[in-house]
T-cell receptor, first 114, second 111 residues
Framework: DGGITQSPKYLFRKEGQNVTLSCEQNLNHDAMYWYRQDPGQGLRLIYYSQIVNDFQKGDIAEGYSVSREKKESFPLTVTSAQKNPTAFYLC?????????????FGQGTRLTVV | ELKVEQNPLFLSMQEGKNYTIYCNYSTTSDRLYWYRQDPGKSLESLFVLLSNGAVKQEGRLMASLDTKARLSTLHITAAVHDLSATYFCAVHSNTGNQFYFGTGTSLTVIP
């Protein structure tokens, strides 16, 4: 079945650690996105990538890094520079289709600082 | 920067009642999306609206788009408890191929 897989579902980070969140899609979508969601809040864009080996900063990129070495994969690293990383992280992908562009989401990773 | 505003932010309604959620956006776009999110879960696509005057219905939910007014509505008819969730609208910007999300409307349907 085609879809977007995020792992792990839950992640705990110690102060000063870098952690990497995985996002894999087998939908053959060109564009991929990372969003952060805080409790009771909307989605804020961290980074997005239109094609392999290219990505752009979103509204809240500070303290995060990404790579796009393969079309299927768009991992997000939360660095120690991100002072308040506890949040729900959502990965999405999109493609132009007959019905226009639509974003499909993975199941999310809940990151907690301990 | 494209801004998307939803109202109300919180909505508590009785079963069987009707209500409308509003989504305003700040710049020209002809692609508007509605998503549903259950607590602790991901976003599920409900509707894709692609042109002015577009109307789509699924069960007790109906979405419409007025691109001239930069307004989309999500109308709930005869609400049931299963509709309790947070609903997001999103607008696609051709510039940079980004999606901009509203703040969400948390809907609680009370028996």
């Amino acid at each position: 079945d085609g879809g977007i897989t995020q792992s792990p579902k839950y992640l705990f980070r110690k102060e000063g650690q870098n952690v990497t969140l995985s996002c894999e899609q087998n939908l053959n979508h060109d564009a991929m996105y990372w969003y952060r969601q805080d409790p009771g809040q909307g989605l804020r864009l961290i980074y997005y990538s239109q094609i392999v080996n290219d990505f752009q900063k979103g509204d809240i990129a500070e303290g995060y890094s990404v790579s796009r070495e393969k079309k299927e994969s768009f991992p997000l690293t939360v660095t120690s520079a991100q002072k308040n990383p506890t949040a729900f992280y959502l990965c999405a992908s999109s493609i132009w289709g007959q019905d226009g562009t639509e974003a499909f989401f993975g199941q999310g990773t809940r990151l907690t600082v301990v | 920067e494209l801004k998307v505003e939803q109202n109300p932010l919180f909505l508590s309604m009785q079963e069987g009642k009707n209500y409308t959620i509003y989504c305003n956006y700040s710049t020209t776009s002809d692609r508007l999306y509605w998503y549903r999110q259950d607590p602790g879960k991901s976003l599920e696509s409900l509707f894709v609206l692609l042109s002015n005057g577009a109307v789509k219905q699924e069960g007790r939910l109906m979405a419409s788009l007025d691109t001239k007014a930069r307004l989309s509505t999500l109308h709930i008819t005869a609400a049931v408890h299963d509709l309790s969730a947070t609903y997001f609208c999103a607008v696609h910007s051709n510039t940079g191929n980004q999606f901009y999300f509203g703040t969400g409307t948390s809907l609680t349907v009370i028996p």
